[in-house]
């Protein structure tokens, strides 16, 4: 008979770092999508909230370092109980309009405080939100925000499946941090790695992504 048709890549929506953008975060990930090739592609979202930039940051202003919510006015400090967060419902508005506009996705890939809002995301999925029609979530460097705002996210285990990425020396997440994540969330798969503040792409680190999507892979010649 005829050979089977190839599964398509499955899609993931890709949420990047405070001080980061969508161009950014392609700049950065380009071994990550290589690994991923075939197997799973990645569309990089903006941040809703410019950050006030230094001119050594961007001397061509087009492309402003941003930001998914703040701590403090126009600050973010991942350790940091803010009293008053802003901008958070501008970022989940954003994300649901990604998914509704370029969708379908399967799931999310979040680094740092993007992982910290796809946990948030999460969250509300497994609460039944309809706007976010996602499977699943990798969650690369992130951490529980501790605004007590924020609280409600966690308060329930996530029933949402996640692969949680946490570098031992990551000096700006630390590495406690992103486990007291996973430890939100039902059968979190953990995936540790020696390094910093960065999305590892080693073979031990491809392998385990790739058993991880093989999960949700879409079913044969759809």
């Not at 649901?96 to 969708?103: D, F, K, S, V």
């Not at 999310?108 to 609460?127: D, K, N, T, Y």
């Not at 992130?142 to 308060?155: C, I, W």
Request: aromatic share 8%.
């Amino acid at each position: 008979g005829a050979a089977m048709a190839e599964a398509r890549p499955l899609r993931l929506l890709a949420l990047h770092g405070y001080r980061q953008s969508a161009r950014r975060f392609r700049q950065r990930t380009g071994a990550l999508r290589k690994a991923l090739r075939g197997r799973a592609e990645l569309v990089a979202i903006d941040a809703p909230h410019p950050l006030l930039a230094g001119a050594e940051d961007d001397p061509n202003g087009d492309d402003p370092p941003r930001g998914w919510w703040f701590s403090g006015p126009g600050t973010f400090e991942a350790g940091e109980a803010a009293a008053a967060p802003a901008g958070l419902e501008e970022s989940l508005s954003a994300v649901a309009a990604a998914l509704a506009e370029h969708g379908p996705f399967d799931g999310l890939l979040g680094f740092s405080q993007g992982a910290a809002l796809a946990a948030m995301v999460c969250a509300l999925r497994a609460r039944g939100d309809p706007r976010f029609p996602v499977a699943f979530a990798v969650l690369v460097a992130g951490f529980a925000s501790r605004a007590p705002a924020h609280g409600h996210f966690y308060r329930d285990p996530i029933a949402l499946p996640t692969l949680h990425v946490v570098g031992d020396t990551d000096a700006v997440i630390a590495a406690s941090l992103s486990r007291e994540l996973a430890r939100c969330f039902v059968e979190p798969v953990v995936l540790t790695h020696s390094g910093g503040h960065f999305i590892p792409v080693a073979a031990a680190q491809k392998k385990a992504y790739l058993e991880f999507l093989e999960r949700f892979c879409p079913a044969q010649g759809q």
